[in-house]
């Protein structure tokens, strides 16, 4: 796959994408932020929309604050819970009442949480509860709830009607393949999430890190591609006697960076979660085999 890592902004530095989104970054670069939380901000009257405004770090809130100036927040909008997207919401909406929208973090949502990727924000309770097909509708934009669970079972992406542009949050980035970290990450649900974005016909796409993705069908029919082919390489360790996930892991990624194995394994547990879900593969204790 052709990742594009090119995105060079600095932190704090507003950046018009097109007449009506620009994006902030935040300073939380790191291995699975990448060079950090986009902050989308859309319309371009008085009233704006927040999108997914990112980390709860001083410094970030008050050079958002900066960028909105006198401008009305109509409406904050979450992608999912994880901290490095929706902690800000809440100094944001203290500051200018604006409502938020989106879902909360499951409830089931605790074991292994922040082993890999992020935590969930437990505090985030949206005002607005979204569902699939709900408009969120602005001054001079209509956003289109559209429910993509997989990386988070809260995920959400957002559609801005008059671009045709997708806000993806996690579930489709440029930079690399989204996490799925069971049990709040579903391979299954991500996957299809992937078929239901196919379907559509966005011009572009925004995710909440890296640069944004204007070719959106190619990019997707690669992300469908290359977790098909992991899930064959996994099929074909289990024929090979490679019966647990470590071992798995050693087999698929033998020149992982130590900081990453964390991660590798659980995608290698969400792709045999799927499997099993299948009738393809079963379980006992730690070992994994075909059926």
């Known amino acids: 796959m052709n990742f594009d890592r090119s995105l060079d902004v600095a932190a704090g530095q507003v950046v018009q994408l097109s007449p009506l989104v620009s994006r902030l970054l935040a300073p939380n670069p790191g291995p699975f932020t990448f060079r950090g939380t986009g902050v989308h901000i859309v319309g371009a009257g008085h ?4 999108i997914d405004p990112g980390p709860d770090m001083p ?16 409406h904050i909008l979450i992608t999912h819970t994880h901290r490095d997207h929706s902690p800000a919401a809440a100094a944001l909406k203290a500051w200018r009442g ?8 499951a409830n089931a949502v605790t074991a292994g949480e922040g082993t890999v990727d992020e935590a969930h924000d437990h505090q985030f309770v949206p005002d607005v509860r979204v569902h699939d097909g709900m408009q969120i509708k602005g001054e001079d934009y209509v956003l289109t709830c559209i429910a993509t669970p997989g990386h988070a079972a809260n995920h959400v992406c957002y559609a801005l009607e008059e671009e045709r542009a997708l806000f993806s949050g996690d ?9 799925i970290a069971p049990p709040d990450g579903d391979m299954g649900q991500y996957l299809a999430s992937l ?5 559509r016909d966005d011009r572009i796409v925004y ?10 069908s190619d990019w997707l029919g690669q992300l469908i591609a290359h977790r098909r082919k992991r899930e064959a390489q996994i099929v074909d360790a289990l024929r090979g006697n490679a019966n647990t996930i470590l071992v798995i892991v050693e087999k698929l990624y033998p020149d992982i960076l130590p900081g990453l194995a964390s991660a590798a394994a659980q995608q290698v547990k969400a792709h045999l979660d799927h499997l099993i879900a299948r009738g393809l593969a079963a379980r006992d204790g730690d070992s994994y085999s075909l059926k």
Do not use: C, F
């Not at 410094?59 to 109509?74: D, F, M, N, T, Y």
């Open 47 to 50: 009233q704006i929309a927040v």
């Open 59 to 74: 410094e970030h809130i008050a050079a958002l604050k900066q960028a909105l100036g006198s401008r009305r927040v109509g």
């Open 98 to 105: 604006a409502a938020t929208y989106g879902l909360p973090a």
């Open 171 to 179: 579930h489709v980035m440029g930079w690399s393949t989204s996490v």
């Open 195 to 199: 078929d239901k974005l196919m379907a």
């Open 207 to 216: 995710p909440t890190h890296g640069s944004p993705i204007a070719n959106p």
